[in-house]
């Protein structure tokens, strides 16, 4: 299995331009989950998803956006990028909300 | 003050040492994870436990629910075992979602 894949690895980005980070898993999981991770700071969630057609803001959603239009899929939108979003970020997905986690290999983001 | 807090930041070790990375919380938990985070930058969950002990291979986690602590152990250290060890707990109030440390890099010399 493939477990949660994740595109790209590395981006750089200008300030004011938009991408989207593509986040797929093949192990039928219900939950979805967007993090961003800091230099010396613990996972911040995004947004999460509990289902197909359903998603919800995490902690620190502002400057984000995401669908989740099948199970397998939840790409994460940035528009117009700024240097404050700069960080690493990861997909994860569960079975349900008691399980552990499976985590995608991670994005490298700079904003510049 | 973060809601979980992990000791040391830094650690490091010599191949064959045995290990002890902790964690503290102040929330109230319903379940408590152990992830690696390798130098390549890709997560793996170690364990995930609510009560006692777990182990796997050279691997042993512990959490004491009364005092809001857990501790993962590390038997025989080799230098693979280098790498960011994070605790992350699920809060029991109701919100899905996993409230982290911010991580634990330990290095294991040969």
């Known amino acids: 299995n493939a477990g949660v894949t994740q595109t790209p690895k590395f981006r750089i980005l200008k300030i004011g331009q938009s991408m989207t980070l593509q986040c797929t898993q093949d192990?039928?999981?219900?939950?979805m989950y967007w993090y961003r991770q800091d230099p010396g700071m613990g996972l911040k969630l995004i947004y999460y998803?509990?289902?197909?057609?359903?998603?919800d803001k995490g902690e620190v959603p502002n400057g984000y956006n995401v669908s989740r239009s099948t199970t397998e899929d939840f790409p994460l939108r940035l528009e117009l990028a700024a240097p404050s979003q700069t960080s690493v970020y990861f997909c994860?997905?569960?079975?349900?909300?008691?399980?552990?986690?499976?985590f995608g290999s991670g994005t490298r983001l700079t904003v510049v | 003050k973060n809601e979980v807090e992990q000791s040391p930041q830094n650690l490091t070790a010599q191949e064959g040492e045995f290990i002890t990375i902790n964690c503290s919380y102040s929330v109230g938990i319903s379940a408590l994870h152990w992830l690696q985070q390798h130098p390549g930058g890709g997560i793996v969950s170690l364990f995930m436990l609510s009560s006692g002990k777990k182990k796997h291979g050279r691997l042993i986690a512990t959490i004491n629910i009364q005092e809001k602590h857990s501790s993962l152990h590390i038997t025989a250290s080799h230098p693979r075992d280098s790498a960011v060890y994070i605790c992350?707990?699920?809060?029991?109030?109701?919100?899905?979602?996993?409230?982290f440390g911010a991580g634990t890099r330990l290095a294991v010399h040969p």
């Open positions: 992350a707990v699920r809060s029991s109030g109701g919100y899905n979602k996993l409230i």
């Open positions: 192990m039928n999981h219900n939950y």
């Open positions: 994860a997905s569960s079975y349900d909300r008691a399980d552990g986690y499976t």
């Open positions: 998803s509990v289902g197909a057609g359903i998603t």
